[in-house]
């Protein structure tokens, strides 16, 4: 078992940044990787960010070049630099642990204003 903690949501402006951290009860070295999804109202939890056992990063279409996903292991977090936010952005941010994910985090709230 694993507890994951999302922090660092918000509303901020079309163009703004946040950066979301996700703080797991033990040790994310445990896992074979990290990850962020999103879901929006009214669609599917998808995909955003995921970072693997030995560092390797994979990133969907919509957020390369924007989101960087790193992480803390001494501090067992995960973080989630978010840059040139849109308006499609918008969504419950969700951490998870393990590939495929096994646990998820309860999820914290960005909102991009246009």
């Known amino acids: 078992q694993v507890q994951l903690v999302e922090s660092g949501g918000g509303l901020v402006q079309a163009g703004g940044s946040l950066r979301l951290s996700c703080a797991a009860s033990?040790?994310?070295?445990?896992?074979?990787?990290m990850g962020w999804y999103r879901q929006a109202p009214g669609k599917q939890r998808e995909l955003v960010a995921t970072?693997?056992?030995?560092?390797?990063?994979n990133y969907e279409d919509f957020v390369k070049g924007r989101f960087t996903i790193s992480r803390d292991s001494a501090k067992n977090t995960v973080f989630l630099q978010m840059n040139s936010l849109k308006p499609e952005d918008t969504a419950v941010y969700y951490c998870?642990?393990?590939?495929?994910?096994?646990?998820w985090g309860q999820g914290t709230q960005v909102t991009v204003s246009s």
């Open positions: 970072i693997f056992t030995y560092g390797s990063t």
């Open positions: 998870s642990a393990d590939w495929p994910p096994g646990y």
């Open positions: 033990r040790s994310i070295s445990s896992f074979n990787a």
